[in-house]
């Protein structure tokens, strides 16, 4: 049996920054059926590398690398009367719990960082799971 040897295509390689990982979202977030994308509005996507204390604690998390994204904000349903200086709902993305994810499994970086966006996303609409697996499934076939 021949050995191929595939370690020049990872020599000079460097782990994805947080700039490649809004290029990331952008791109999926692009790729998401544009109903879909349309009805989302004013969005934020902000990527960082671990939440916050404050979100691990509201979340009663023990580990930073136990929550992938997370959304911020009021529910389409909640905003038909917006508070007084409300912020835009916004997405957070973490970086370094995704990659640890991502060394765990067999998806792509991409397909992840699409899995997250669109599970955040459907909790801005409260989408079921299979809703979000159908929009999922949409977003792999563009």
């Known amino acids: 049996m021949a050995f191929e040897d595939t370690t020049a295509q990872w020599r000079n390689r460097v782990s994805p920054s947080l700039d490649d990982f809004e290029a990331l979202a952008r791109d999926a977030y692009a790729h998401l059926p544009d109903g879909f994308r349309r009805l ?3 969005i934020m996507i902000i990527v ?5 204390d404050e ?5 009663n998390l023990e580990s930073p690398f136990d929550l992938l994204g997370l959304f911020e904000g009021r529910g389409i349903g909640g905003k038909v009367h917006p508070f007084t200086g409300e ?5 957070s993305l973490y970086r370094r719990p995704i990659l640890d994810y991502w060394a765990d499994h067999d998806d792509t970086l991409g397909e992840i960082v699409t899995h997250v966006l669109i599970h955040e996303i459907g909790h801005h609409f409260g989408l079921s799971d299979d809703d979000m ?3 999922e499934a949409g977003a792999e076939r563009a």
């Open 40 to 42: 989302t509005g004013d």
């Open 48 to 52: 960082a590398d671990f939440p916050d």
């Open 55 to 59: 979100a691990l604690d509201e979340l």
């Open 87 to 91: 912020l835009a709902n916004r997405i």
């Open 133 to 135: 697996a159908r929009i």
